[in-house]
């Protein structure tokens, strides 16, 4: 902004032009329709409201489930063209239609790839110290598993047994990205990766025994640079005796792999804390809270919200073959996970029962993207600390970055993890003073906005029709059209704007910029 008039009109359009989703209860994020089961994620979810006499928020409108199914299964707003033709699309079946469609594109194993880095530990360099090539490799393997919908029981199958090089074969890296290398670290990444289970909570004596499974793990150099073997160390001959985690006694003798044995016990069908983990992850990140919450400290003492929930989830997994897009499906279709942002009961258990879809600011990769799909700009990423030196192309997605090292200002202020620990709660997704000045007030922000290529495409091909630029502003930031309201406000904006038109539209987009509406999926 240039001045402090232009700054105040700004804000004062910010909070006229965008209302604040807790106070609305109407057009343009609802409907209100009457309640219809979907499926039994919906039974089971309004049994236990019932149970506490909490009403269910309304039916998400066309243009909210949009930008919200299109932003949390791949990560990235829906263009121009694609929210236009969905809303005036009138068949009944356009939502399941779009979901279908969405979990088959290569974007939807971008963003998973992505949310696996962060529980995976990618990173090249420390303290996970996996270097640009294993974190290349191990990346790729990633992302085509989840592209080409490798069960998940063989992907975590293959990711706890592989021995070889981290450079030839990628799984092995899961050895290498923890701090510490020693039986008790793999133990705890294992634990808290694919049971959800905080190591540090079990008794010495389990935590003892877990990590026997993993006390023949070993790694050797190579003569190439940075590589390393993960091998299962041939030396001991002595028989193991441990415990699984459910209190099964297990004896291992010298010529089996522990890490297989282990492996096999988590796997099977009738293993309490494997399918029931990854359900309740997936959960938590298309609903914003877990089943059992947060989703990687599942313990006696953190109780499921809704058990019959997450044992419904748990056996449709397991009936699947562990097919991760089923889960996927069920919940996205479910009019649970279809319902408005805007609750219709106080109660304090609304939010941890499912009664409505919380509002939960978008990960840093996403909103930098975002940001950059509308003003058609681009982000430099490189990183002088790998060796080599590591450079990005500008056209490449943020939600495509594969290295944890690699990183911004932006993407470090507005809480990407650092991938040290595993732990959901690394990702910050809280709003902080220092992000909402870098979009109010930096070169960065502005500067995309003032270079905007797309923006003065708008511009100038709705010339002649002020209603049109508007109506498309809107579309490309909060994928929706605006109501008749906001379009009085905004003309009133421009009528009283002495300056230039396009100086004028550019204080329009900065606002909404900073709208919790397009801050936040909602």
């Given at each position: 902004m240039k001045n402090f008039n232009k700054f105040y009109f700004t804000f004062l359009l910010i909070l006229a032009a965008v209302p604040s989703m807790?106070?609305?209860?109407?057009?343009?994020?609802?409907?209100?329709?009457?309640?219809?089961?979907?499926?039994?994620?919906?039974?089971?979810?309004?049994?236990?409201?019932?149970?506490?006499?909490?009403?269910?928020?309304?039916?998400?409108?066309?243009?909210?489930?949009?930008?919200?199914?299109?932003?949390?299964?791949?990560?990235?707003?829906?263009?121009?063209?694609?929210?236009?033709?969905?809303?005036?699309?009138?068949?009944?079946?356009?939502?399941?239609?779009?979901?279908?469609?969405?979990?088959?594109?290569?974007?939807?194993?971008?963003?998973?790839?992505?949310?696996?880095?962060?529980?995976?530990?990618?990173?090249?360099?420390?303290?996970?110290?996996?270097?640009?090539?294993?974190?290349?490799?191990?990346?790729a393997w990633i992302h085509n598993a989840i592209e080409h919908n490798m069960p998940y029981n063989k992907f975590v199958y293959e990711l706890l047994t592989s021995s070889g090089s981290n450079f030839r074969e990628p799984q092995v890296n899961f050895y290498r990205a923890v701090q510490g290398k020693t039986p008790e670290s793999i133990a705890n990444a294992v634990a808290l990766t694919f049971m959800g289970i905080r190591l540090n909570k079990l008794t010495e004596k389990q935590q003892v025994e877990m990590a026997t499974f993993f006390s023949r793990v070993a790694y050797k150099k190579t003569e190439e640079w940075k590589e390393e073997i993960v091998y299962l160390n041939p030396e001991p001959t002595n028989v193991l005796h441990t415990v699984f985690p459910d209190g099964e006694k297990i004896t291992i003798q010298p010529d089996q792999d522990p890490r297989t044995v282990f492996a096999d016990w988590l796997t099977a069908n009738n293993n309490p804390y494997f399918a029931r983990n990854i359900v309740n992850r997936i959960w938590s990140r298309m609903m914003g809270i877990g089943i059992i919450n947060p989703p990687d400290d599942i313990c006696a003492s953190n109780p499921a919200s809704n058990p019959k929930l997450l044992s419904f989830l748990e056996k449709e997994f397991i009936k699947s073959k562990y097919n991760l897009r089923h889960i996927y499906r069920l919940i996205l279709n479910s009019r649970t996970y279809q319902q408005s942002s805007i609750p219709r009961s106080n109660n304090p258990k609304a939010e941890s029962l499912f009664?409505?879809?919380?509002?939960?600011?978008?990960?840093?990769?996403?909103?930098?993207?975002?940001?950059?799909?509308?003003?058609?700009?681009?982000?430099?990423?490189?990183?002088?600390?790998?060796?080599?030196?590591?450079?990005?192309?500008?056209?490449?997605?943020?939600?495509?970055?594969?290295?944890?090292?690699?990183?911004?200002?932006?993407?470090?202020?507005?809480?990407?993890?650092?991938?040290?620990?595993?732990?959901?709660?690394?990702?910050?997704?809280?709003?902080?003073?220092?992000?909402?000045?870098?979009?109010?007030?930096?070169?960065?922000?502005?500067?995309?906005l003032?270079?905007?290529?797309?923006?003065?495409?708008?511009?100038?091909?709705?010339?002649?029709?002020?209603?049109?630029?508007?109506?498309?502003?809107?579309?490309?930031?909060?994928?929706?059209?605006?109501?008749?309201?906001?379009?009085?406000?905004?003309?009133?904006?421009l009528n009283s704007e002495s300056g230039s038109p396009k100086q004028a539209i550019m204080d329009i987009v900065w606002a909404l910029f900073n709208s919790k509406e397009f801050l936040c999926k909602h």
């Open positions: 807790a106070a609305v209860a109407q057009n343009p994020f609802e409907k209100d329709v009457k309640y219809k089961i979907k499926n039994k994620i919906d039974k089971l979810v309004l049994e236990k409201l019932n149970k506490y006499h909490i009403k269910p928020a309304n039916l998400s409108s066309d243009a909210v489930f949009l930008r919200r199914v299109y932003l949390d299964v791949i990560g990235t707003l829906p263009t121009q063209q694609e929210v236009t033709r969905f809303l005036s699309d009138k068949k009944p079946g356009k939502r399941n239609k779009t979901i279908n469609s969405l979990l088959k594109r290569k974007e939807f194993a971008d963003y998973q790839a992505l949310k696996w880095g962060d529980l995976l530990r990618i990173k090249a360099e420390f303290p996970i110290n996996l270097w640009p090539n294993a974190v290349q490799a191990y990346h009664a409505y879809y919380p509002v939960r600011q978008l990960d840093a990769e996403v909103l930098i993207d975002a940001i950059c799909t509308i003003t058609d700009t681009r982000e430099n990423y490189d990183s002088a600390i790998p060796e080599p030196f590591t450079f990005i192309p500008n056209w490449n997605k943020t939600i495509n970055l594969s290295d944890g090292s690699i990183t911004s200002p932006f993407l470090e202020i507005f809480g990407r993890p650092a991938r040290d620990t595993g732990y959901e709660s690394e990702r910050k997704s809280n709003t902080t003073a220092a992000q909402r000045l870098h979009l109010l007030n930096s070169t960065h922000i502005q500067n995309k003032l270079r905007s290529r797309k923006l003065k495409r708008i511009i100038r091909q709705t010339r002649g029709s002020r209603d049109e630029k508007i109506r498309a502003i809107y579309i490309n930031i909060l994928s929706r059209y605006p109501t008749e309201n906001e379009l009085e406000v905004v003309r009133e904006y």
